[in-house]
């Protein structure tokens, strides 16, 4: 006899279909398997992978990509906890994404079920927000919450863990099983136009102001409406979304023109490390502060510190005030545009010598001879997306390879190892154009086996692994805190990693020298396949850009 009702796993399955959601990226497993049958029924893909943190690093890379909601779906227990360490970078990068992980059934908590873990608890520190369903019939209205949740304010990872005698009960199908579309679309925290009129005043008064932005705005969309802005109140108007902060690869001799500024507007930027918490040399002490950010506690955090610099202080969210500030720009007088050259001089300062420099004959390749090769490359392919990831490699395209208008860095959080994820899913979300993701051989360990996902889907990346056989970024830290011969546990093989890769069906690529790095990057380009082009390089340090005194 026919069963009656409707799962609670069709429930999940035909919610994200109601939602618009195309994709979920997932790693299968014993509390999943209802929802694998489930979501056959609908016309979501699952894109599956090889481990469980490349999953949640591909929602995060799908939704900073497309701006859609990122979905990522493990089991329960070791799953759970592998795809969660992974949410940190997610959330330190604002990425909007659900997290859906098996459990174990309610019904048998408390006496000792199959992979029982507190797992909620387990997530809460790195999502905003974390739950256990507790009943079938609600499981829809959990998730359009957790996907409002993802896209309002700042936004960011939210999990919720699905008991699997949930996801198999059966449960009349009525209306009311099924959230409204609008239930899932973000809360808007608007910007005042009083409150606005109030901050351009500011900002026209002040002699040297910076608008500083997270990680938010960083991607297209939010890059143009930072250009936007900059253009109508003339002011520098300046996305912050590396570990490295006021020494961002890509923002030249930004340290250099922070301290000079009198009026720093954070704009959905978290007053933190990158900023050196605000302090003296690197930002002026007289320097006054003006907040706009949807997190309380962020506001509370400059009122705490920093309580008499700061200005004015408020809630929205980046978007939305970004907005209101445009609208109000026309209102006020144009200013000179002295302090804006000036800033963007010192953005745009890359040392002269750089242009020079040249591997030894026959010797490794310099980091900026690679990324000669891949400026030319950018050139002709400019709907390209860059990919970086490392901790000294993964540095210098950032500051070289400029004309790549489609980035994705590892972000804020600094974690090293989700680039190889993060390409897969920016070529899924833009099929039609070149993903090139360079990384160093310490960073490819983590994902190597992604190569495979990415053969199984006919996803043509281009990985670049420079290759040094270190830790290059410990080791760096090692030889300036200890001196080189306390320097330790940071050495790696030369290892022929484009081997891994034709083994797992892929193109690879053996560079030893600069003059046969084009001709490489072309094959592997040409080859229509996923591709490692495995480059020995010089073990320098990140660039550090300091203009002449």
Not at 44 to 57: F, K, L, W
Not at 174 to 181: C, I, N, Q, R, V
Not at 276 to 303: E, H, K, T, W, Y
């Amino acid at each position: 006899m026919q069963a009656q009702g409707i799962r609670g796993a069709d429930i999940i399955a035909q919610t994200l279909a109601r939602m618009g959601v195309d994709k979920v990226f997932s790693l299968s497993g014993n509390h999943i398997m209802p929802l694998y049958d489930a979501l056959i029924d609908t016309p979501i893909d699952i894109i599956h992978v090889r481990h469980e943190a490349a999953c949640v690093h591909m929602a995060d890379a799908y939704a900073r990509t497309t701006g859609q909601v990122g979905i990522a779906m493990v089991t329960g227990g070791q799953g759970h906890a592998n795809g969660i360490a992974a949410l940190f970078t997610s959330l330190a990068s604002e990425a909007p994404m659900v997290l859906l992980s098996g459990h174990a059934g309610l019904g048998e908590l408390g006496k000792g079920s199959f992979q029982e873990l507190r797992q909620a608890e387990m997530a809460a520190p790195v999502a905003k927000a974390s739950w256990t369903a507790q009943s079938a019939a609600g499981l829809g209205h959990d998730l359009a919450k957790a996907m409002q949740i993802a896209r309002s304010g700042r936004p960011g990872p939210v999990h919720i863990s699905l008991p699997f005698d949930l996801l198999e009960q059966r449960v009349d199908s009525t209306d009311s099983l099924w959230p409204e579309a609008s239930a899932s679309r973000a809360i808007h925290m608007p910007l005042s136009t009083h409150m606005s009129e109030r901050i351009m005043k500011e900002i026209s008064g002040a002699q040297r102001p910076l608008i500083l932005c997270g990680p938010a705005l960083c991607g297209g969309p939010g890059r143009a409406l930072m250009a936007r802005l900059e253009g109508a109140v003339q002011v520098p108007v300046i996305g912050m979304e590396s570990p490295r902060g006021i020494n961002d690869p890509s923002l030249g001799a930004f340290s250099e023109i922070l301290a000079l500024a009198d009026l720093i507007v954070l704009l959905g930027k978290p007053l933190d490390f990158t900023l050196r918490f605000g302090s003296s040399p690197f930002i002026d002490q007289n320097c006054r502060f003006i907040v706009i950010d949807p997190d309380q506690d962020l506001i509370a955090r400059v009122m705490k510190y920093r309580q008499d610099q700061l200005s004015l202080s408020t809630l929205a969210d980046s978007a939305s005030a970004a907005d209101a500030l445009l609208a109000s720009a026309g209102s006020h007088s144009s200013r000179p545009v002295e302090w804006l050259n000036q800033v963007r001089a010192a953005l745009d300062y890359r040392p002269p010598e750089w242009k020079s420099v040249q591997s030894a004959i026959g010797g490794p390749v310099h980091p900026l001879e690679l990324c000669a090769v891949l400026q030319d490359f950018f050139a002709r392919h400019p709907d390209a997306t860059l990919v970086c990831d490392g901790g000294e490699i993964g540095q210098w395209p950032q500051a070289v390879v400029t004309q790549a208008k489609n980035r994705l860095i590892n972000g804020v959080a600094g974690s090293i190892g989700p680039s190889l994820p993060f390409a897969l899913a920016a070529k899924i979300a833009n099929p039609a154009h070149p993903v090139v993701a360079v990384m160093g051989d310490g960073t490819f360990g983590f994902h190597m086996a992604e190569f495979d996902t990415a053969v199984r889907y006919g996803l043509p990346i281009i990985v670049i692994v420079g290759n040094d056989a270190k830790w290059n970024a410990e080791y760096q830290i090692q030889v300036r805190t200890y001196g080189k011969p306390r320097a330790q546990g940071c050495e790696l093989l030369p290892a022929r990693y484009d081997k891994v890769v034709e083994a797992l069906g892929g193109h690879g690529e053996y560079v030893t020298k600069e003059m046969d790095l084009p001709a490489a990057l072309e094959r592997a380009f040409n080859s229509g396949k996923p591709a490692c082009i495995n480059v020995l390089i010089e073990s320098v340090p990140a660039p550090a850009t300091k203009r002449p005194a």
